[in-house]
């Protein structure tokens, strides 16, 4: 099943499929590691549902609620 990183709820693991954007914001997500096949998951969202905090290649990350509506993953 297919969504995006947005819609995830706490605790649920994906892998990237495609990052929708293109320019900067591709880019930007690229230089921090969300790359097709990574894997991802997402450990808590802010009290007013931004940003996601995310756990990817072993580190946390902190994503935008809009840059993670880019995010297109496969969910496991």
Same mark, same amino acid.
């Given at each position: 099943m297919?969504?995006? *990183?947005?819609?995830?709820?706490? +605790? @649920?693991? +994906?892998? !990237? !499929? &495609? $990052?929708?954007?293109? %320019?900067? $914001?591709?880019?930007? *997500?690229?230089?921090? +590691?969300?790359?097709? /096949?990574? @894997? $991802? =998951?997402?450990? =808590?969202?802010?009290?007013? %549902?931004?940003?996601?905090?995310? *756990?990817?290649? /072993?580190?946390?990350?902190s994503?935008? &609620?809009?840059?993670?509506? @880019?995010v *297109?993953? @496969? !969910?496991?």
């Amino acid at each position: 099943m297919e969504k995006f *990183l947005k819609d995830f709820v706490p +605790g @649920e693991v +994906g892998s !990237v !499929v &495609k $990052i929708s954007n293109t %320019g900067k $914001i591709k880019r930007r *997500l690229y230089d921090m +590691g969300i790359t097709p /096949g990574a @894997e $991802i =998951k997402l450990l =808590k969202v802010a009290p007013m %549902g931004d940003p996601l905090c995310i *756990l990817i290649r /072993g580190y946390d990350l902190s994503l935008r &609620k809009d840059e993670a509506a @880019e995010v *297109l993953m @496969e !969910v496991k």
